[in-house]
């Protein structure tokens, strides 16, 4: 299928940057959001995006101009009746995507293809909840999405060809690379990486080290650009929680079991950058 017209589903972090590449590719963008001042907040905070590339003369004004203005806003799911490619990247609760994607059965076109960025749930739980289960695939895009040059193509038992080339296409058409990967918690990155997070909790819990000298070490003896705290912050402490309990709940191996200060974080409201406060301050 040709792909011209992408549809989002969600006006966070994750939804701002897949529309902020999609548009930078090309593609017409209709971003759906459930109140219109966040769909304008969205578009604001791209714009903003996009005036410090041009302070860095990686953009042109022009340039800018152009991506806005493939940029659309609407709070109807019917406005994504044309889209080619639908993408849900709404909050990790299972019950809201599952009638997210009964209703956007009923919108989207027979041929439309409907992505799922989960990290945590199975795509084959929202892909039953349609009609046609063999076009729904997952697009695990990465934060930033539109920076970071990976997306985890994930594949269900449903999927068809088509639907896998299709969203593999889009992926290559935003200038990024897709790896296929069987619909299993965590994909790829997050099965090695949340290992590795969890034991960083851990070496700090026993008082191997500081927080600050453990993300010192990984950065300098590993070559990472930061350490696990700092990225733990990142990617917010409330999605690691979920992450965490998806993997634990599939494998359950004791790597993927939540360290309990995390769950504290959380309560607390430190939730990473996002909230201002995490492992550390922001702001």
Known sequence: MAIERVGIVGTGTM??????????AGYQVVIRSRQEHSGKALVAGIEASLGRQIDKGKLTPEERDSIVARLATTTALRDLADC???????PEHLPTKLELFRDLDHV???DAVLATNTSTF?????AMELGRPERVVGTHFFNP??????????????????AIGTIT?????????AVIVRDTAGFIVNNLLFGYLGNAVRLLDTGTAAMEDIDKAMRGGCNFPMGPFQLFDLIGIDVCVAVF?????????????????????????????????GFYTYG
């Open 15 to 24: 939804g701002s940057g897949i529309a902020e590449a999609s548009a930078r």
């Open 84 to 90: 080619d490619v639908v993408i849900e990247a709404i």
């Open 108 to 110: 989207c076109r027979d």
């Open 122 to 126: 199975s795509i084959i739980d929202m």
């Open 145 to 162: 999405a539109q920076i970071m040059p990976l997306v985890e193509v994930g594949r269900p038992l449903t999927a068809s060809d088509e």
């Open 169 to 177: 296409a889009y992926v290559e058409g935003l200038g990024k690379k």
């Open 245 to 277: 309990d998806a993997l634990y709940e599939e494998f359950r191996e004791q790597q993927f079991a939540c360290p309990p200060m995390l769950r504290r974080m959380v309560t607390a409201g430190f939730h990473g950058r996002k909230t201002g406060r």
